[in-house]
């Protein structure tokens, strides 16, 4: 059973640009979060989506941001107009919902560099 | 959820057991507690949970104490690569919640 799988490892993106980080959660989960961790800092919550629905977005920015699941594929967190203080690592999580004590497992993360 | 209390760090030597203690002391009644470790750069792993009785696996040993206002993390004897950041969370199980990091204990192994 693979586990939660996020590509690419490393992005690197000049001022302006787009990144797009995806994230294939483990296979029977439906629920994804996404999580950030700026450099020396702890890690954040940003996003959380079960198939096609956001259904907490607390911690996203309010700009430039956005973060989709789809009914297939992976689920994807897009950075429009990168700045230079989005560059952090960002984690992936799935769980398998309100079962097995909703444990939610990690990806090796993307970090994102923007020059 | 609940906030918790940890060490900023710790050290431990090889071979011996790692007590890594977290302070919840305004834990509600349906509060599970959960560790997660960080070990450098890769994405948080998963450890143990419990809400009130010991929890034991092939990982940890997780001891609550009986008004489960603290708990303690145990490894039962530390390797180098146990050295991570360790995170204690408290958390509703059974709700798809986010998790909320605090700024954990880091845990130093050496030999």
């Known amino acids: 059973n693979a586990g939660v799988m996020q590509n690419p490892r490393h992005l690197v993106r000049r001022r302006g640009q787009e990144a797009r980080l995806r994230c294939s959660p483990m296979k029977g989960h439906s629920h994804v979060y996404w999580y950030r961790q700026l450099p020396e800092e702890g890690l954040k919550f940003m996003v959380y989506?079960?198939?096609?629905?956001?259904?907490?977005e607390s911690g996203m920015p309010k700009e430039r941001f956005s973060a989709e699941f789809p009914k297939e594929g992976p689920s994807i967190l897009r950075i429009q107009q990168v700045v230079r203080g989005d560059s952090a690592a960002y984690f992936c999580?799935?769980?398998?919902?309100?079962?097995?004590?909703?444990?939610?497992?990690f990806g090796a993360g993307t970090r994102l560099s923007v020059l | 959820d609940a906030k918790t209390t940890q060490p900023p760090s710790m050290d431990c030597a090889e071979g011996r057991a790692a007590n890594l203690p977290c302070n919840h002391s305004?834990?509600?009644?349906?509060?599970?507690v959960y560790w997660y470790r960080q070990i450098h750069s890769q994405g948080p792993q998963y450890i143990i949970h419990g809400l009130k009785n010991n929890e034991t696996n092939e990982m940890a040993s997780l001891i609550i104490t009986e008004d489960r206002k603290s708990s303690t993390l145990i490894l039962p004897h530390a390797t180098l690569r146990d050295t991570a950041v360790y995170y204690c969370i408290v958390r509703v199980e059974g709700t798809a919640s986010k998790l909320t990091f605090g700024t954990g204990t880091r845990l130093q192994v050496t030999l």
């Open positions: 999580a799935s769980s398998p919902g309100i079962v097995e004590g909703n444990i939610q497992y």
């Open positions: 305004t834990i509600s009644g349906n509060e599970y």
């Open positions: 989506l079960q198939k096609e629905n956001i259904i907490d």
